[in-house]
């Protein structure tokens, strides 16, 4: 069973700043199947990173995705007060067929 | 557009069986190559992927989850469905249902409170 772990589990940073998270997995993952995405409490999460590079309709320039392997990076240049959430990496493919990372809260300092 | 809604009973007993039913439009359960499935997440909690059914017909659990898990489907009403037996207050969750590929589309999601 492959497992997603994701650091900091909460980044706490101020608007303007950026912001680097990491998802870790236990074994090689496609780029072709990893994703991200963005929850704020009350919604249900949005994706934002597919395919470890490529961002999804509507989202803005300043994310950006990375990686290959067993390490992946999310990260989100000039902190907007809307990017403020709790952030999942997601992997595909693998028994089981879905998983997702525990999440990192990024929070405003 | 894709929609897709959850509904159900927002309160099950313990040692019940938690039903749910996902009501899909503007795509087709049966025709399109997707895996239509259910995600949850407990309160203050992460997500846990349950299961999925395929287009084709096909099924697929969490190992976690599989002793207590079926989905299964209604073409003829474009919906799929969740049953989780022998739920306990550790099911307690707000429950997705999902349009899956190498991504995930989400349903709004819906509270399952496990409670006598």
């Known amino acids: 069973e492959i497992v997603l772990t994701q650091s900091p589990g909460t980044l706490s940073l101020s608007p303007g700043e950026r912001a680097t998270l990491s998802c870790r997995a236990s074994?090689?993952?496609?780029?072709?199947?990893l994703a991200w995405y963005q929850q704020k409490p009350g919604q249900a999460p949005r994706l934002v990173i597919y395919?470890?590079?490529s961002r999804a309709t509507g989202i803005p320039d300043r994310f950006s995705g990375s990686g290959s392997g067993t390490d992946f990076t999310l990260t989100i240049n000039r902190l907007e007060p809307e990017d403020f959430a709790v952030y999942y990496c997601?992997?595909?493919?693998?028994?089981?067929?879905?998983?997702f990372g525990q999440g990192t809260k990024l929070e405003i300092k | 557009q894709l929609q897709l809604q959850e509904s159900g009973p927002g309160l099950v007993k313990p040692s019940e069986t938690l039903s749910l039913t996902c009501t899909v439009s503007?795509?087709?359960?049966?025709?399109?190559?997707?895996?239509w499935g259910w995600i949850r997440q407990p309160p203050g909690k992460g997500l846990e992927w349950i299961g999925s059914?395929?287009?084709?017909?096909?099924?697929y659990y969490n190992p976690s989850l599989k002793s207590r898990v079926t989905i299964s489907r209604d073409t003829s009403k474009n919906q799929f469905s969740l049953k989780l037996s022998s739920v306990t207050a550790t099911d307690t969750a707000v429950y997705y249902c999902?349009?899956?590929?190498?991504?995930?589309?989400w349903g709004q999601g819906t509270l399952v409170t496990v409670s006598s």
């Open positions: 999902a349009r899956g590929a190498a991504e995930v589309e």
């Open positions: 503007g795509d087709s359960i049966s025709s399109s190559a997707y895996y």
């Open positions: 059914i395929y287009y084709s017909g096909s099924s």
């Open positions: 074994q090689s993952v496609s780029s072709s199947y």
């Open positions: 395919a470890a590079s």
């Open positions: 997601q992997q595909y493919g693998y028994s089981p067929l879905y998983t």
